[in-house]
């Protein structure tokens, strides 16, 4: 495996359902990103990891978990979602720079549809 | 706050025509660095180009060429002789260097989706 992968690539719940989606990245990267692509909004930054540290958290409901067990593994964790969480969801990595402008890697991204 | 626009929501164009992308952004910041990213049906973000604020040269990689202006603070993208597989959407993206109120953060534009006919 190159690059980041994510798994799955689709996934169907339905609103009390608990999932899980998978990120690895093979690059060596320090960082990694989740992100939310809905169709009428800009890429959205959901959580930040550095170094497993969550750097960052957007004001994601808290139906949304991260985990970051090590540097090259990140999950979300999903339960009761909304059918509006319905979204591609997209993971990167990057090598965390002093002074920032690392360039972020991203994967296929998982489109998850909640009915 | 850092902001991207690319007001062009559509572009149709057929196989072979030359192709600009625009791009423009703000920020307060005197050092921040711009990013294209290719987006296939398949969903992958694709990283195109990355340029820091201090680099304002302009560079070409093929049909692929940027067109960096500070003073209109614009980051355009023109692809040359297009073709089908270029058909996709493109997004620009700015990061201010850390130390800023956005921590590196990547901000990015509403992309531009790109049909190229045969």
């Known amino acids: 495996e190159t690059g980041v992968t994510q798994t799955p690539r689709h996934l169907v719940m339905g609103m009390t359902n608990k999932k899980s989606l998978k990120c690895e990245q093979h690059l060596g990267h320090n960082a990694m990103y989740w992100y939310k692509q809905s169709a009428k909004k800009p890429l959205e930054l959901m959580f930040v990891y550095n170094f497993k540290e969550q750097t960052e958290n957007n004001s994601v409901p808290s139906r949304f978990s991260p985990e970051c067990p090590n540097s090259s593994h990140l999950f979300l964790h999903l339960h009761t979602l909304q059918p509006e969480d319905s979204a591609l969801y997209l993971c990167?990595?990057?090598?965390?720079?002093?002074?920032?402008?690392?360039?972020?890697?991203f994967g296929p991204g998982t489109r998850l549809l909640v009915l | 706050a850092q902001k991207v626009t690319q007001a062009q929501t559509e572009i149709s164009v057929v196989e072979k025509e030359d192709v600009t992308l625009d791009c423009v952004y703000e920020?307060?910041?005197?050092?921040?660095?711009l990013f294209w990213y290719k987006q296939p049906p398949s969903g992958e973000l694709v990283f195109l180009i990355r340029r820091n604020s201090f680099d304002e040269q302009n560079e070409i990689s093929g049909r692929y060429s940027w067109n960096f202006q500070k003073s209109t603070s614009s980051f355009n993208f023109t692809i040359t002789a297009s073709q089908v597989v270029d058909s996709a959407v493109y997004f620009c993206?700015?990061?201010?260097?850390?130390?800023?109120?956005?921590?590196?953060?990547?901000?990015f534009g509403q992309g531009t989706i790109l049909t190229v006919h045969p």
């Open positions: 993206a700015l990061s201010e260097a850390k130390g800023g109120t956005s921590y590196g953060k990547l901000t």
């Open positions: 990167a990595s990057s090598q965390d720079l002093p002074g920032g402008g690392e360039t972020q890697y």
């Open positions: 920020t307060r910041d005197t050092t921040y660095y």
